[in-house]
């Protein structure tokens, strides 16, 4: 079965760093554009970057482009995003998605809190 399991997530000061795993399991990684979202306090969950099969294309939301950077290992069926400057706004829980057959697959989220 797919099984995305997050890790990483932590407190952290404005202007501080955290780098975010997600290990895929349960399907063929190298085959698969990986997402992450992030969900806020009341707020909906909102996707924030993408990248391709190959990991030669991604894309960000506008809100964290230049701070963060998604990437991913096939041989380790590991996708990354790597958080720097974080401010405050950026705290929430961050998932990594995978469509797999048209089915959308969530991990259980890492809580990333932002707060001097």
């Known amino acids: 079965q797919v099984q995305l399991v997050e890790s990483g997530g932590g407190l952290v000061q404005p202007g501080g760093s955290l780098r975010l795993s997600c290990a895929a399991s349960?399907?063929?990684?190298?085959?698969?554009?990986m997402n992450w979202y992030r969900q806020a306090p009341g707020k909906e969950r909102e996707w924030i970057a993408a990248i391709s099969t190959t990991g030669r294309t991604t894309d960000y939301i506008d809100s964290v482009k230049g701070r963060f950077t998604i990437s991913r290992d096939n041989a380790k069926n590991t996708v990354h995003l790597q958080m720097n400057s974080l401010k405050p706004e950026d705290t929430a829980v961050y998932y990594c998605?995978?469509?797999?057959?048209?089915?959308?697959?969530w991990g259980q989220g890492t809580q990333v809190t932002v707060s001097s």
């Open positions: 349960g399907f063929t990684f190298s085959s698969i554009t």
């Open positions: 998605q995978a469509v797999v057959y048209s089915n959308r697959y």
